[in-house]
């Protein structure tokens, strides 16, 4: 597990430290390949599984697919962003525990912004993925950030989102955050279908703003923009 994590955010790293002319052939190219490690990183489905909780037992599969593409876009959309807002950074890799097939990798993140040092402890929570097409591998679906729990952070939004406005709604607040980015990049928003009735008083946010430290190298803190 921890190998993975020292590996993929190391091949993150070189590309992000690239300076291609922006909106260039190399620059897509380079964007593309980040997206591509952190979707070998990142278990997108253990993620919404485990912060969608029972409602996820009651979806059907089409649904369950809807809303994990919907979500990965958001993450991949904004993972770039985040990254690249700060490069000043040192991480060093600590414990590393193992479980049958689920594992904890503890780091420390270092991040020099304006002459100031802030420092975080980021546990990876990680799962072996046994039978997806890619073989045996360790996956990411849960970042811990000084004791604050990304999955049960979301796992009370989507709920909050869900009492109020349904399944439907939380999925609706979500497409239509994605087809805001998607216009801005030109491209075709994606269909939200009925949108349903806004309660009284309106649900808070799926997401709180990432500490500076973790939306750096945790992978799963893009989520939290989305």
């Not at 070998?40 to 993620?47: A, K």
């Not at 399944?167 to 805001?180: C, F």
Request: charge should be positive; charged fraction near 30%; aromatic fraction near 6%.
């Amino acid at each position: 597990p921890k190998a993975t994590l020292q590996r993929l955010n190391s091949d993150v790293d070189k590309r992000l430290r690239a300076t291609p002319v922006p909106g260039s052939a190399e620059d897509t190219r380079l964007k593309n390949e980040v997206k591509e490690f952190a979707s070998e990183l990142l278990n997108y489905g253990e993620l919404c599984k485990r912060a969608l909780g029972e409602h996820w037992d009651k979806m059907p599969p089409a649904q369950r697919t809807d809303f994990v593409s919907t979500l990965k876009e958001l993450i991949e959309r904004n993972y770039v962003k985040q990254l690249k807002t700060n490069l000043d950074y040192q991480v060093t890799y600590g414990d590393e525990s193992i479980d049958g097939n689920e594992a904890r990798v503890t780091t420390t993140v270092k991040i020099a912004t304006k002459g100031k040092a802030t420092e975080a402890l980021i546990d990876y929570r990680m799962i072996k993925e046994t039978s997806g097409p890619k073989g045996e591998r360790w996956m990411v679906y849960d970042v811990i950030t000084d004791e604050l729990s990304l999955v049960r952070n979301y796992r009370t939004q989507f709920q909050r989102i869900i009492s109020g406005q349904g399944y439907d709604g939380l999925l609706a607040k979500m497409k239509t955050k994605l087809n805001e980015e998607r216009v801005k990049d030109g491209q075709k928003p994606v269909d939200i279908g009925s949108k349903p009735a806004e309660p009284a008083k309106p649900a808070a946010p799926p997401a709180a703003k990432p500490t500076k430290a973790s939306s750096r190298l945790a992978v799963l803190e893009s989520l939290r923009e989305a």
